[in-house]
């Protein structure tokens, strides 16, 4: 009888499967913060979430964006952790908004941002270093 896994897997399988029914963050390359129950996962480390949401924060602001059942490409995931649901998950400073207002919150600091890069690149000529 064969498996779907080789013995170079044997750890990853191992290691996922400790997570399995219980609610994880996933971070991902492009930095966005998932949470959500692992119900499935294969030998590259694609996962399934089930009751997913986007974490995103924004300086003292936070909104949890639902996704609902997703499924994460193994590629890009940076981190998997265990979230212990018996302790606070956030500092007691930061205040939960809507969508719209977090949404809003990015583009401000996405424009400061930009702004920030390009002063840089008109200042380049001064030669500060």
């Known amino acids: 009888m064969s498996s779907w896994a080789g013995p170079e897997d044997i750890y990853l399988s191992t290691s996922l499967a ?3 029914d219980r609610k994880i963050l996933v ?6 913060k998932l949470m959500g129950t692992l119900r499935s996962f294969d030998q590259f480390a694609n996962a ?16 949890d964006i639902p996704l609902g059942l997703y499924v994460i490409r193994g590629e890009n995931v940076v981190l998997i952790g265990d979230l212990d649901t018996e302790r606070e998950e956030l500092p007691p400073n930061m205040i939960r908004v809507s969508e719209t207002e977090i ?21 380049e ?3 500060f270093d």
């Open 103 to 123: 949404k809003r919150a990015q583009k401000v600091e996405r424009e400061a941002s930009e702004l920030r890069g390009t002063m840089r690149k008109r200042m």
């Open 125 to 127: 000529f001064l030669d």
């Open 48 to 63: 399934v979430l089930e009751g997913a949401c986007e974490r995103v924060i924004v300086g003292e602001q936070y909104c």
């Open 18 to 20: 400790s997570y399995l």
């Open 27 to 32: 971070l991902l390359r492009d930095g966005r």
